[in-house]
Structure formats: C-alpha cells, structure tokens
C-alpha cells in the first residue's frame, strides 16, 4: 500500500517547513541501478575502502535493486553548491546530510516505518572516516549516497526533469541528488 494523499500532505508540510522546496515525488520503480555505477566505485573512486558508508561496506547491485523495488514512493531532493575551492566540499555536504538525517527522522515519526534516506554526497560528518561500519563514529546518522547503492543518479534525475551534467572543472556548479525512500 502506498502513502495516501493525507499522508503526502502531511510530508508536504514537513518538508517545507524545514525549508525543501526543490523535491519531486517519484516511483522508485523508475530508479535506475546499474552496474557500472558500482564499477566507478571500485575503480576511480578514492572513497572506495575508504567510506564507512560507500562500498564495499554497502550492499551488492543486486541487493540494491531489490531494495528498491520493496518501495512505492520516495522524494529526490535536490542541491546545488559552488566551490571557489575543491575542500570547501566536504563541509558543504556534511552540513546538509546532518540536516537530511533529521528530515528522515521527521518522516519516520510522521508514521513511515520504511523511511530511509540516501545522502546528497558521501557521508562526510568526520575530517578522518573510518572506513568500516564495525568503527563508524555515527553509526546511527551515517547513510549511503544514491551512488553508493549503484543508482545511476545521471539517468534517473533526468527521467524526473532535474539538471544534471558532467562538470568539466571543480569551480562549476554542481548539481546534488539525495534521494528519501518514503513507502
Ligand atoms: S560517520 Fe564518520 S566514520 Fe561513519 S561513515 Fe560517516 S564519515 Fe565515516
């Protein structure tokens, strides 16, 4: 059964007063896992190993894939950032995955059981991450990005009418992508 029109009315409201306005409802069944998203994980990206929440401390492809499909509504929020200078990143993205875990926790509360939220950026609340699950130092607050459960984040935003493109150099805008699992 998936969230009635009162209950997204409800998660409306939630959502605005803590100051999301740009976020579309979407049918998970139009996310797009892929394999290759994983390959980028384990081959050109510094993170992997290295994140308490990125592979391979997250499930396989095809786990993932059945995450998905066990939901029937979620919320792609989206974000955009500059940085004059690379580092000023990860301050950027901790600070809205600290208010991102809140959001889900309202939601939660709201009486969705299921909700599970993928943070806009790897984790990013430590300088220092541990790298392991078992060491994490929040392992209660600490969620996966989109990327990190192999969503192809290019195809699926795209699918719902969000910008994104591939940025050709650090000081361009970016275009970030949480994604909340509602039901
Ligand atoms: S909370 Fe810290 S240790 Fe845990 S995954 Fe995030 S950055 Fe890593």
């Not at 939601?107 to 059981?113: I, K, N, R, S, T």
């Amino acid at each position: 059964m998936s969230v009635d029109v009162k209950k997204k009315e409800t998660l409306d409201s939630i959502f605005h007063a803590q100051g999301y306005t740009d976020y579309k409802w979407i049918d998970p069944a139009k996310i797009v896992v892929a394999q290759w998203v994983r390959m980028k994980c384990m081959f050109g990206c510094g993170e992997y190993g290295r994140g308490g929440a990125c592979p391979p401390n997250t499930p396989s492809v095809a786990e993932c894939e059945r995450f998905f499909n066990e939901y029937t509504q979620a919320v792609i929020l989206h974000f955009e950032g500059k940085m004059d200078q690379p580092e000023h990143r990860h301050a950027w993205s901790a600070k809205i995955n600290t208010r991102l875990i809140k959001l889900e926790r309202e939601v939660f509360l709201a009486g969705c059981e299921r909700a599970f939220l993928l943070f806009m950026d790897s984790c990013c609340f430590c300088k220092e991450c541990t790298g392991d699950r078992r060491t994490c130092t929040t392992p209660r607050m600490a969620r996966p990005s989109p990327e990190a459960m192999a969503v192809d984040v290019y195809s699926t935003v795209g699918r719902f009418g969000f910008p994104i493109s591939v940025r050709t150099a650090c000081d361009q805008k970016m275009d970030r992508y949480a994604f909340l699992m509602v039901h």
